[in-house]
């Protein structure tokens, strides 16, 4: 089935056999597409296209309906898939697919509620406490630096690094970020600004608040590609 993904002020709308108006640009497009590429040695690829909610749950861009049903949740797939992640450089699809993920000879074009890269939860360890993401728990961590994190006071969002090829900066999921909401500590601007601190398990981190230089808020919550 052939669709159209339609941009309307950094929103996007998707439709069948036709368009919104007010529209700056559109693309069409058909899971699984193999456009051609001329020239020797040039090889077809086929040309898939998903969508991140801001829970990190992985999906077919053209799934009419999202919830925990449709979504992938094979843990194998979902490591593989993130850890072939990457910002879209390309020059196809990157204002509106601003991620791809390349496996093998498939190139999987990834739009975002917010950041593709969505903390989930809390994996305790002996040797300390990670942060599982995009839901294929133990398969996909990171070390989890308490000073690390940051809140946007406009939105409520909570942030974490990750890494330069994912866009620097990851959300973290929204139950969690509730989990955390109570060890938040604001300073002198009260709760106008991001916190400045952050209390965890018995130590008091001063928060860097690196996060802020990466992320930009729209009218509408959410962030940009830096």
Request: hydrophobic residues 30%; charged residues 25%.
């Amino acid at each position: 089935m052939l669709f159209m993904l339609c941009c309307v002020k950094n929103k996007f709308v998707r439709s069948v056999g036709t368009c919104f108006r007010f529209t700056s640009r559109y693309i069409t497009y058909v899971q699984g597409q193999s456009p051609i590429n001329e020239g020797p040695g040039k090889s077809r690829v086929r040309e898939y296209f998903y969508y991140i909610d801001h829970q990190g749950q992985l999906f077919l861009d053209d799934t009419k309906v999202k919830n925990f049903i449709t979504c992938f949740k094979d843990k194998k797939f979902l490591a593989f898939f993130f850890k072939r992640m990457k910002v879209n450089k390309s020059g196809v699809y990157t204002d509106e697919f601003p991620y791809v993920s390349v496996c093998g000879p498939e190139l999987n074009y990834i739009r975002c509620d917010d950041r593709p890269i969505v903390y989930t939860n809390i994996v305790e360890t002996d040797d300390g406490d990670l942060l599982s993401y995009n839901h294929a728990h133990d398969k996909l961590t990171v070390d989890f630096q308490p000073d690390k994190i940051c809140m946007l006071p406009h939105s409520g969002r909570v942030y974490y690094p990750t890494k330069e090829k994912y866009g620097h900066v990851a959300l973290v999921k929204s139950s969690l970020a509730i989990e955390f909401s109570p060890y938040f500590e604001f300073g002198e601007k009260g709760e106008y600004a991001p916190p400045t601190h952050f209390n965890w398990k018995g130590t008091r981190y001063t928060l860097t608040n690196d996060m802020l230089k990466y992320v930009m808020d729209f009218d509408g919550g959410g962030t940009q590609v830096q």
